[in-house]
């Protein structure tokens, strides 16, 4: 167990054995939730937006999205106008 004090700021810096452990480095993203026994942090799993897929997903304008939807989004707004 690691025990840190929250800064001023608010923050608190990972022991860089545990970022290395757990696969997180310089620049990756993570997602923070509360969960009942305390805050869990993960690596973040790019996640479409519309349809939760997990596969071939970009993010666009800041939104999560696969190759799927993206087509299919394509396809109304371009195609069928």
Known sequence: MVSKKINKNG????????????GLFKG?????????????????VPTCSFCGSTER???VMGIEICRD???KIHKAVVCDG
């Open 69 to 71: 939807c993206a087509a």
């Open 57 to 59: 997903v970009r993010s």
């Open 11 to 22: 923050s608190i810096t990972l022991p860089k054995q545990l970022r290395t452990e757990a």
């Open 28 to 44: 990756n993203a993570v997602d923070i939730v509360m969960s009942d026994d305390g805050i869990k942090i993960t690596k973040h």
